[in-house]
C-alpha cells in the first residue's frame, strides 16, 4: 500500500510508525516531539477581521512541558480561531517516529513490514465478506464437475447477495459465458480465476475517472483541499479525524475546516477528533455562512504554510436545491483563493447499508461533482461487494477504505487486495 498520502518526494518525508507500540525511552520521545513540535512562543494565527486573512499575533503561553495545554484565541463571534491542542506523547493518538537515524535500507524494511501489516488487516476487514462468498460459492461447487446453466444461475444469485449489484452481476457472468463459448473456460478453478479477474478489471477502470491519486496536483500548489461530503450517519467525521492524522503521519501540515455550520453537533464532534489528533481547526458558531468559514480556514491555510485542508460539509440531502448552491458557492470560493481548489471531493458511503448507500451516492453524484469515494466501516458486512458495484455504477475511484474503529484504521484501497480477499 506504501505511503497513505504522496504528494512530497520520499526524502521529504518524516515516516511514523502507526501501529508501533509507543514503548521508546523517553529521551528518545522528547527528542522526536522537539524536532515535530512548533516552539511553543510561536506566534499564534489569528484570523483578521479586514478580510486580509490571518495575522500573527504573540499569545504568551507558561512553559509547564508536563501539563497539556489548550490554546483557544478569542475572538468576536463572527470570526473563526483556530483550536489546537498538543498529543500527549502516550496519549493512544500518539504516534512514533521511524528512521530519523535509519539507512535506506531500514526504512524500506520497516516500511514493507508496515505494509504487509495493513495488508493482512485488509483481509480480515473483508473476511465476513469473503465467508458469506465463500460459503454460497462452496455450495453452488459442491459436487459438481462440469459448469452449465443451473450453475451459473445459482453464481448469480451468490454475487447478488454479496452485494455486488444485479447490473455488475450479469455483465461479470456475460463475460464468464463468453469464456466458456470460447472453451477458455472449462472448469471450476478457471471459473473462479475469470470471477476474479472481472473484479479486478471493473475496479481498476474506475479510476480512469474522477480523482485516484493526490499526485495528479503540482507540489507547488497549496494547500490541498479535500472536500468531504457524505448524509449524517455514515462515519464523515470520524473519517476526517482518521484522514487528518494520517496525513499528518506522513509529515504534512493538516488543517481542518468545520464547514457544516447547519448541525451543532458536527462541529463539537470534528473538535474532539482535532484535539486527539493534534490538528488546529477552523469552526464558527451554528447558522454561519459555510463558504465564509472555508474561506477563513483557506487564508489561516496559506498563512501557516498547510499543505492540506479538510473541509466538512453539511450531510443532508431533504432540500437538494440548497445543498447544491451551498456546496456551488464553496467552490466558488475555494478556487479563487488555491489553484483548482478543491482538488478532491470524497464522498463517504457506510459498506453496511449496501445499495442504499449506492442510491445515496447516486444523489451527491448529482450536485456534489464528487471526485472519489470513501468506504466506512467495511469490516462489519457481509456485503462488501457493494465496493465492486459502487466502482462500476457511479465510475468513480474508490480511495479509502474504514477497516476499523482505530485512528489508524483508514487505507488506502487496494482493488487487487479486496479481490484477493474476497476470494482467498
Same mark, same amino acid.
Not at 51 to 66: A, F, H, L, N, Q
Not at 83 to 89: C, I
Given at each position: 500500500m506504501g505511503?497513505?498520502?504522496? !504528494?512530497k518526494s520520499g526524502d521529504e518525508f518524516v515516516r511514523l510508525g502507526l501501529n508501533e507500540p509507543v514503548a521508546r525511552k523517553e529521551s528518545e520521545t522528547a527528542a522526536v516531539a522537539s524536532k515535530l513540535e512548533k516552539p511553543t512562543d510561536a506566534p499564534e494565527l489569528v484570523p483578521s477581521t479586514s #478580510? #486580509? #486573512? %490571518?495575522? %500573527?499575533?504573540?499569545? %504568551?503561553?507558561? =512553559?509547564?512541558?508536563?501539563v497539556e495545554r489548550v490554546r483557544l484565541v478569542a475572538q468576536p463571534e463572527h470570526v473563526p480561531a483556530i !483550536?489546537?491542542?498538543?498529543?500527549? =506523547?502516550r496519549s493512544p493518538f500518539a504516534t512514533s517516529v521511524l528512521g530519523l537515524n535509519l539507512s535506506i535500507e531500514e526504512l524500506q524494511a520497516q516500511e514493507a513490514a508496515l505494509e504487509q501489516e495493513f495488508s493482512a488487516r485488509f483481509r480480515r476487514a473483508v473476511s465476513a465478506t469473503r465467508e458469506s462468498l465463500s460459503e454460497r460459492l462452496d455450495t453452488v461447487f459442491a459436487g459438481r464437475k462440469q459448469i452449465d446453466d443451473e450453475l451459473l444461475d445459482q453464481l448469480e444469485e451468490a454475487l447478488i447477495a454479496a452485494d455486488i449489484g444485479v447490473p455488475t452481476t450479469l455483465e461479470?457472468?456475460?463475460?464468464? !459465458? !463468453? #469464456?466458456? $463459448?470460447?472453451?477458455?473456460i472449462n472448469d471450476l478453478d478457471a471459473l473462479k480465476n475469470a470471477i476474479k479477474t472481472e473484479l479486478l478489471t471493473i475496479l481498476r477502470s474506475s479510476e480512469r475517472q474522477g480523482v485516484a491519486s493526490e499526485t495528479t496536483v503540482p507540489d507547488s500548489v497549496a494547500p490541498y483541499v479535500m472536500m468531504i461530503v457524505g448524509v449524517n450517519g455514515v462515519g464523515k467525521t470520524t473519517t476526517i479525524g482518521k484522514l487528518a492524522q494520517r496525513i499528518k503521519a506522513e509529515g504534512n501540515d493538516v488543517l481542518i475546516c468545520?464547514? +457544516?455550520?447547519?448541525?451543532? $453537533?458536527? =462541529? +463539537?464532534?470534528? $473538535?474532539?477528533?482535532a484535539e486527539r489528533t493534534g490538528v488546529p481547526l477552523i469552526q464558527q458558531k451554528q447558522g454561519t455562512d459555510p463558504a465564509a468559514v472555508l474561506f477563513d480556514s483557506l487564508k489561516a491555510a496559506k498563512a501557516r504554510g498547510s499543505e492540506v485542508l479538510i473541509v466538512d460539509t453539511a450531510g443532508r440531502l431533504h432540500n437538494k436545491s440548497n445543498l447544491m448552491a451551498e456546496l456551488e458557492k464553496m467552490k466558488r470560493v475555494a478556487g479563487r483563493e488555491v489553484e483548482g481548489a478543491p482538488h478532491e471531493t470524497l464522498l463517504v458511503v457506510d459498506a453496511v447499508t449496501g445499495q442504499n448507500g449506492l442510491e445515496q451516492a447516486r444523489q451527491f453524484l448529482k450536485v456534489a461533482g464528487v471526485t472519489g469515494i470513501v468506504l466506512t466501516k467495511l469490516d462489519g458486512t457481509a456485503k462488501g461487494g457493494i465496493a465492486v458495484a459502487i466502482a462500476k455504477e457511479l465510475s468513480l475511484p474508490i480511495r479509502y477504505a474504514g477497516i476499523g474503529e482505530k485512528v489508524d484504521d483508514l487505507v488506502v484501497f487496494d482493488p487487487e487486495q479486496y479481490v484477493n480477499g474476497l476470494f482467498g
Open positions: 505511503l497513505f498520502w504522496r !504528494r #478580510g #486580509g #486573512g %490571518p495575522t %500573527p499575533t504573540p499569545i %504568551p503561553v507558561e =512553559s509547564k512541558p508536563e !483550536r489546537e491542542k498538543p498529543v500527549p =506523547s461479470v457472468l456475460e463475460t464468464v !459465458r !463468453r #469464456g466458456i $463459448a470460447r472453451k477458455q468545520a464547514a +457544516d455550520t447547519f448541525r451543532a $453537533a458536527a =462541529s +463539537d464532534q470534528l $473538535a474532539i477528533w
